[in-house]
């Protein structure tokens, strides 16, 4: 009878350790898929957060949010360690007391958006502008995180 070894066992090459990170890892997704992205998209749809667009420039990181019908004074914006937060809080409109509501689906109340940035700024340099029910926050990149070219010599 002939002994066949063989080298790449899987037996051998088996770690639990590894299989535990990789069962946490799925339970984690398990959690955060289904039901953070729905708790965040019913956030977006019903006005409780403002949306967001983040794009950035040669020099610039660039957020655009929506915030329809406030007042520069309700807008906070706040940076720490490479996250952005921008909170405020929609007021409750005073109506007349004869009137009576048929509907009501505007939010009203405290609000907060938190975002890591995606690239490191200068935040004492940053600036906000505000016109149309949009917020605009302009984060300068620091050198470090602008595209730079490499020349290429030929010897």
């Not at 953070?36 to 949010?65: Q, S």
């Not at 807008?75 to 509907?103: V, W």
């Not at 009203?108 to 004492?124: E, I, M, N």
């Amino acid at each position: 009878m002939k002994l066949i070894r063989h080298q790449n066992s899987d037996l051998w090459n088996w770690s639990p350790v590894e299989q535990l990170s990789t069962l946490s890892q799925e339970i984690n997704r398990l959690f955060d898929s289904p039901f953070g992205e729905f708790t965040r998209h019913m956030e977006l749809l019903n006005g409780r957060m403002p949306a967001l667009d983040v794009y950035e420039d040669k020099d610039n990181l660039i957020v655009k949010a929506e915030l329809p019908g406030m007042k520069r004074e309700e807008i906070d914006i706040s940076f720490h360690d490479g996250t952005l937060t921008i909170s405020g809080e929609r007021k409750y409109e005073q109506k007349n007391q004869d009137a009576e509501t048929h509907r009501a689906e505007r939010f009203v109340g405290k609000f907060h958006r938190t975002l890591a940035l995606p690239k490191p700024v200068q935040s004492d340099k940053a600036t906000a502008t505000y016109k149309d029910g949009i917020l605009t926050v302009t984060l300068p990149k620091t050198e470090e995180a602008k595209p730079k070219q490499i020349q290429v010599n030929v010897n």
